[in-house]
């Protein structure tokens, strides 16, 4: 009986087991049934929310309504008044500027978002292989970020103004404006533009910085050491430099005796009020270099450094301390280095280089490094004192257009500054000397508006590949090579030593053309003299013969050297052709 019972029980069991699969896979054809429904139901009620928002003009509208979702999410608590700042050997911030008529016009989403006084945030609108367009949000900290309803007088209280008082005692200052062109560079250093080209320079930090100067050289506390002001203004364009004050005149970069830069030639002129400062700016602004790129039609296509110098009132005008404003040239024009034209290219290369030099110059200066590499642009060659002592203090202001055109600019401007940041120890707030109640430095109103060289080298009659070793310059340009592997290639480096070999051996080369000329003058002159001598009588034909002779072989002599020079200059422009052959192969390769 208990075999037979076994026997009988399992057919039932197979059944309901059969039964129960069955069920299950029905409950699961349910399930998917119903979530597919959900999920219908949430696409179509999400669809149609969008249609509510489907603007047929606007072909970024999705990347639009995104955005603003994304914003909703975010804890907003931006800087929106004047505030305690604070004594910093570097800062670096950012500053956002509104939408432009062109760009409202084209109807461009801001992919930019400032949600705290030291966050920034980018939008980046991006694309599946599938066409389904999403955002990629990049995030950084800088010690200050200003939204595009920041005033420029807000944007110097933080940046510039606590710097000014540290050339009172005996420091060197500088502040960069660094970004794309038509970000806000000139309008942040210069001032407001009202009409067109129509700059309002007392609103730009050139003209704050100097009423706060003059405020400063009347307080009994620095009227005491018998101080002056003086002013130049000279621009950096292609690594040659001009002085904006004198006729836009070419100036000579050397190191003296004591390894002192000195600008040869440059104009400084003593100023006694601000009406004088702002003469001045505007003066040197209607000389400096412009040209036309896809993102303005005036674009600054050189370095424009402003200074304002204290000179002791003693005999030798002693420097005490200097404050150095630039506006840099627009980064974008560094990527000119394949481009057809020979000087667009050097162009594009110098500022390249400029703008590498300058952050490894500040991370030197971060850490007290003992070498610094000054030599490896004129730019920071003619800084290198604002980079060397615990007196020097530097700030950068990095300015964006927060357009969706302009997304790899800003994105790229971004890196850049986070780079330099990256390099400087953090400050804690409560490490930080606040300067609110500094003498002489008081609050603005805060208010907010929608508007916003050592001596050239010889040049050896060598391969250009075998002349950079032999040159301080482009030694410092291997170092850097060196620090930032991870950032720029080996071909860049490449180029940027071939053109800082080409500028050399065309600087050499003017100079010694100089000296032709000053010797032709000068031989002339003794010529002429000799020549007159033969009107005499009796006058020595044996001294005449020897003296001739002498004059004309100092003649071949500047003749000979010349033409080596000249011999030299035309094989690195044959080298820098090549150069240049090979980065746009190898760039239609990769």
């Given at each position: 009986m208990k075999t037979l019972y076994h026997s009988t029980c399992l057919p039932n069991k197979k059944i309901h087991s059969t039964r129960s699969k069955k069920k299950n896979v029905v409950d699961e054809v349910e399930k998917l049934r119903k979530n597919r429904e959900e999920r219908r139901a949430a696409q179509n009620q999400e669809r149609e929310r969008r249609l509510q928002n489907y603007d047929p003009t606007n072909a970024n509208w999705e990347f639009s309504e995104m955005i603003k979702e994304f914003r909703v999410t975010l804890e907003m608590n931006p800087l929106t008044q004047i505030g305690d700042i604070y004594d910093?050997?570097?800062?670096?911030?950012?500053?956002?500027?509104?939408?432009?008529r062109k760009e409202n016009l084209r109807k461009e989403i801001d992919v930019t978002t400032v949600p705290t006084p030291n966050k920034i945030m980018v939008s980046e609108p991006r694309s599946k292989v599938d066409m389904t367009k999403y955002l990629e949000n990049h995030s950084f900290r800088f010690d200050y970020t200003f939204n595009e309803w920041i005033n420029n007088e807000m944007v110097y209280w933080y940046t510039a103004k606590p710097l000014v008082e540290s050339i009172f005692n005996g420091g060197m200052a500088t502040c960069f404006a660094y970004g794309q062109t038509g970000s806000g560079k000139t309008h942040t250093m210069g001032g407001d533009f009202t009409a067109g080209k129509n700059q309002d320079t007392t609103k730009g930090i050139y003209a704050l910085a100097s009423q706060d100067v003059f405020h400063l050289l009347e307080q009994p506390k620095y009227k005491s050491k018998n101080l002056s002001l003086y002013a130049s203004f000279f621009?950096?364009?292609?690594?040659?430099?001009?002085?904006l004050l004198n006729g836009k005149s070419r100036l000579r970069v050397l190191e003296d005796g004591k390894q002192q830069v000195q600008v040869v030639g440059l104009e400084e002129k003593e100023v006694n009020t601000i009406e004088e400062v702002l003469a001045l700016i505007m003066d040197g602004t209607k000389c400096r270099t412009s040209g036309q790129t896809s993102a303005n039609a005036h674009s600054s296509r050189s370095h424009a450094v402003f200074q304002l110098v204290l000179r002791r009132d003693d005999s030798r005008k002693s420097l005490h301390g200097k404050f150095s404003l630039i506006d840099l040239a627009g980064n974008e024009r560094g990527a000119d280095t394949t481009s057809a034209d020979r000087q667009t290219r050097i162009e594009g290369a110098e500022i390249n280089k400029s703008l590498l030099a300058l952050k490894e110059c500040i991370r030197a200066m971060s850490q007290n490094s003992k070498h610094l590499p000054f030599r490896a642009s004129k730019l920071t060659q003619v800084l290198r004192d604002s980079f060397i002592g615990e007196r020097s203090r530097t700030c950068m202001i990095a300015t964006l257009s927060p357009g969706m055109l302009s997304c790899e600019h800003t994105l790229n401007t971004l890196r850049y500054a986070d780079r330099v940041k990256e390099l400087v120890a953090d400050d804690d707030e409560d490490n930080r000397r606040k300067l609110s109640n500094l003498p002489g430095l008081e609050k603005i109103d805060d208010g907010l508006s929608s508007q916003q060289q050592q001596p050239q080298p010889q040049f050896q009659n060598q391969s250009v590949k075998q002349?950079?070793?032999?040159?301080?310059k482009n030694s410092d340009l291997a170092l850097i090579g060196t620090l930032c592997e991870n950032e720029v290639s080996q071909e860049m480096i490449?180029?940027?030593?071939?053109?800082?070999?080409?500028?050399?051996?065309?600087?050499?080369?003017?100079?010694?053309?100089?000296?032709?000329?000053?010797?032709?003058?000068?031989t002339l002159g003794l010529t002429t003299s000799l020549f007159t001598m033969t009107e005499d009588v009796d006058f020595d034909q044996e001294s005449y013969i020897s003296t001739l002779k002498s004059q004309l072989a100092t003649v071949q002599n500047l003749k000979d050297l010349l033409t080596g020079k000249l011999e030299s200059f035309e094989k690195v422009l044959v080298e820098e052709e090549k150069v240049s052959k090979s980065i746009k192969v190898k760039g239609r390769h990769t």
């Amino acid at each position: 009986m208990k075999t037979l019972y076994h026997s009988t029980c399992l057919p039932n069991k197979k059944i309901h087991s059969t039964r129960s699969k069955k069920k299950n896979v029905v409950d699961e054809v349910e399930k998917l049934r119903k979530n597919r429904e959900e999920r219908r139901a949430a696409q179509n009620q999400e669809r149609e929310r969008r249609l509510q928002n489907y603007d047929p003009t606007n072909a970024n509208w999705e990347f639009s309504e995104m955005i603003k979702e994304f914003r909703v999410t975010l804890e907003m608590n931006p800087l929106t008044q004047i505030g305690d700042i604070y004594d910093q050997r570097i800062c670096v911030c950012v500053r956002i500027r509104p939408l432009n008529r062109k760009e409202n016009l084209r109807k461009e989403i801001d992919v930019t978002t400032v949600p705290t006084p030291n966050k920034i945030m980018v939008s980046e609108p991006r694309s599946k292989v599938d066409m389904t367009k999403y955002l990629e949000n990049h995030s950084f900290r800088f010690d200050y970020t200003f939204n595009e309803w920041i005033n420029n007088e807000m944007v110097y209280w933080y940046t510039a103004k606590p710097l000014v008082e540290s050339i009172f005692n005996g420091g060197m200052a500088t502040c960069f404006a660094y970004g794309q062109t038509g970000s806000g560079k000139t309008h942040t250093m210069g001032g407001d533009f009202t009409a067109g080209k129509n700059q309002d320079t007392t609103k730009g930090i050139y003209a704050l910085a100097s009423q706060d100067v003059f405020h400063l050289l009347e307080q009994p506390k620095y009227k005491s050491k018998n101080l002056s002001l003086y002013a130049s203004f000279f621009e950096i364009y292609s690594g040659k430099v001009f002085d904006l004050l004198n006729g836009k005149s070419r100036l000579r970069v050397l190191e003296d005796g004591k390894q002192q830069v000195q600008v040869v030639g440059l104009e400084e002129k003593e100023v006694n009020t601000i009406e004088e400062v702002l003469a001045l700016i505007m003066d040197g602004t209607k000389c400096r270099t412009s040209g036309q790129t896809s993102a303005n039609a005036h674009s600054s296509r050189s370095h424009a450094v402003f200074q304002l110098v204290l000179r002791r009132d003693d005999s030798r005008k002693s420097l005490h301390g200097k404050f150095s404003l630039i506006d840099l040239a627009g980064n974008e024009r560094g990527a000119d280095t394949t481009s057809a034209d020979r000087q667009t290219r050097i162009e594009g290369a110098e500022i390249n280089k400029s703008l590498l030099a300058l952050k490894e110059c500040i991370r030197a200066m971060s850490q007290n490094s003992k070498h610094l590499p000054f030599r490896a642009s004129k730019l920071t060659q003619v800084l290198r004192d604002s980079f060397i002592g615990e007196r020097s203090r530097t700030c950068m202001i990095a300015t964006l257009s927060p357009g969706m055109l302009s997304c790899e600019h800003t994105l790229n401007t971004l890196r850049y500054a986070d780079r330099v940041k990256e390099l400087v120890a953090d400050d804690d707030e409560d490490n930080r000397r606040k300067l609110s109640n500094l003498p002489g430095l008081e609050k603005i109103d805060d208010g907010l508006s929608s508007q916003q060289q050592q001596p050239q080298p010889q040049f050896q009659n060598q391969s250009v590949k075998q002349q950079p070793p032999l040159s301080p310059k482009n030694s410092d340009l291997a170092l850097i090579g060196t620090l930032c592997e991870n950032e720029v290639s080996q071909e860049m480096i490449e180029v940027h030593q071939t053109v800082s070999t080409f500028q050399e051996v065309e600087e050499d080369t003017v100079e010694c053309h100089r000296n032709f000329i000053e010797g032709l003058s000068e031989t002339l002159g003794l010529t002429t003299s000799l020549f007159t001598m033969t009107e005499d009588v009796d006058f020595d034909q044996e001294s005449y013969i020897s003296t001739l002779k002498s004059q004309l072989a100092t003649v071949q002599n500047l003749k000979d050297l010349l033409t080596g020079k000249l011999e030299s200059f035309e094989k690195v422009l044959v080298e820098e052709e090549k150069v240049s052959k090979s980065i746009k192969v190898k760039g239609r390769h990769t």
